[in-house]
Each structure stands twice: as C-alpha cells, then as structure tokens.
C-alpha cells in the first residue's frame, strides 16, 4: 500500500509539472511548444487508442460475415424442415442480436472495461424489467408456444379469441390477422393460448353443409334427387367422399333438406357461393316450392 502511494503521488506530481509547464508555455504564446508537448506525452496512448479502434472495427467486420454465414446455413435448414415464416423470422432476429452482444462485450473487454459487472447490472435491470412487465412476458412464452406447437401457421385462416382471419404473421408479443373484410387485428399471444382455436386450413379438403326447405306436398325422392344431381354437376365438388342428401328435419313450414358434399380447402367459398346460387333455379325448374313460413290456424264453433 505505501508503494502504491508513492507511485500514485510521484505520477500527479508528474502531471502537475507538465500541466504548469504547458500553461507557462500557452502564457507565452508558444503554440507550437505546447503541441510538441502534447504529442510526447499523448502520442503513446493516442497509438493505443488508435490500435483499439482499428482491431474494433476489423472485428465489426468479422462479425458481420461470421453472422451472414450462419444466417445463410439457417435458411437452409429452415427450408429443409419447412419452418414457419414467422420462426425464421425470430430466429433471423436472435441471431442478429446474439452475434451483436457478443461483439459488443468483445471490444469492452478491449477497452478495458469490466465486462462482468456489466453484464451483473444488465442482468439486475432484466429482472426489475420482467417484474414490471409480467404480462408481456406471458405473452412471448404464449408466443413461443405457438411458433413451437404450430396450431397454425401464417397464411392459414383461423377463429381464434373472438377474431377470425389469415394468420400474416406470429409475433413473440402479438399474432397479425387480417379479415375477410381486410382489416388487419394483432391479437395478444396470451389470449389465443387461453381460447380455443379453429383452423379451417389444417385439412387440404373440407365438408360444406347447405340447408334448404321443400314443401310438405312435394315428393320428397324427387327433392332428394334434384340436389344430388345439382352437386354432382359442380366440378368443384369431391366424388370421394360422395356428396349426400339427408332429411335433416321435418320443421313447421317445410321438410328441410341438408346438401353436404366435400371439397378442396382452396375451392370451398366457390363451391359453397355456387351451389346456393343455383339452389332456386333447380328447385323451382323441377316443379318443387320452396315454402314461406306459414300456420294453419282453426276456428271452432262454440254451439249456444
């Protein structure tokens, strides 16, 4: 300790003869003295200094082809096991910021900054961070879940916390939709894990079901034969599995009958608009009603 001391005091007496010196020299206006003095003095640490900033910025360098690298041998993988758009999206991001934190951390150690202790304060902000922000947090691990389990994926149309839509994109916070209508609704992770989840797209083909009334005076083998002829006539429809008429129920007004046929996911608004366009025509061209809803209300006579 008493060395260091000495040394300590030894190097401020050093600095303050230089100083007195410079301001001696300043006082009598010898400009270029006071810069000589400078140089010899600075001219050491202003090499090392120099050095730092040039091997920081060859490291920059490095850095930014070791990290095209692995962003370009990820893409392959990617592709190979066919990820979501959304999780290479993330993954591109984490990368990105991994490679970064470590060459930040990189160039302060060559800065001579203590590196541990930055990295214990960053550490005790995370948490104070996550204490504050819990619900966030709820949802990126909502979000990783989704991006993980893949109940959906972007571009398939699901109902999911009340909201119905195409998935454009997985977010850790949010999932993007947009509606039939075109409006785009980012909904919170954490209420999509808590709610069920209909995906309409899971399945390349999907079962349409179409109900309408014939009247109680029609044939109904005349009725039943009519649909299935108009189903069989749309190209749009699966001959396997067969499309189907059924009775599906003897209302107040009319017999309701229930046309289900299957189709390819991507062809089922077509064939469901199509088929209740021609519904009317072809009922009607066979000589069938379709009934209004009626009651048949009986007065009896009261004898005096």
């Given at each position: 300790?008493p060395?260091?001391?000495e ?14 010196a ?17 140089w ?7 090499w ?9 910025v ?34 591109h ?11 930040v951390?990189i ?17 005790a902000?995370g ?17 990783i ?42 909904v ?11 995906n309409y797209s ?17 044939s ?16 749009l429809i ?5 499309p189907?008429?059924l ?6 007004s009319s ?36 009934p ?13």
């Amino acid at each position: 300790m008493p060395e260091e001391i000495e040394k300590t005091e030894e190097a401020l007496q050093t600095a303050t003869f230089k100083t007195k010196a410079v301001v001696e020299q300043l006082t009598k206006g010898d400009v270029k003295g006071v810069w000589e003095k400078l140089w010899d003095s600075l001219q050491g640490e202003i090499w090392h200094f120099g050095k730092i900033i040039l091997l920081a910025v060859v490291i920059f360098i490095v850095a930014y082809f070791v990290s095209k690298l692995i962003h370009k041998a990820f893409n392959k993988v990617a592709q190979k096991y066919s990820m979501d758009v959304s999780l290479v999206s993330i993954i591109h991001r984490l990368i990105t910021l991994l490679m970064l934190s470590f060459t930040v951390l990189i160039i302060l150690e060559l800065l001579g900054i203590n590196t541990a202790s930055v990295l214990t304060v960053v550490g005790a902000a995370g948490l104070a961070v996550g204490l504050a922000l819990k619900d966030t947090l709820s949802n990126i691990a909502a979000g990783i879940f989704l991006l993980t389990q893949h109940p959906y994926k972007t571009g398939d149309f699901v109902e999911c916390a009340g909201m119905s839509g195409s998935i454009l994109e997985i977010g850790l916070f949010t999932t993007k939709l947009r509606t039939p209508q075109g409006q785009d609704i980012f909904v919170p992770n954490n209420s999509i894990i808590g709610a069920p989840i209909t995906n309409y797209s899971s399945n390349k083909v999907r079962r349409a079901d179409i109900t309408v009334g014939i009247d109680y005076g029609d044939s109904l083998e005349k009725g039943i034969k009519v649909l299935q002829e108009l189903m069989e006539r749309n190209t749009l429809i699966l001959k396997d599995p067969a499309p189907v008429v059924l009775v599906s129920e003897l209302a107040d007004s009319s017999v309701n009958l229930t046309l289900r046929f299957w189709t390819e996911n991507a062809n089922y608004w077509d064939a469901y608009w199509d088929i209740q366009r021609n519904l009317k025509p072809a009922i009607e061209g066979a000589g069938l009603n379709i009934p209004f809803p009626q009651r048949v209300i009986t007065f009896a006579n009261k004898a005096e």
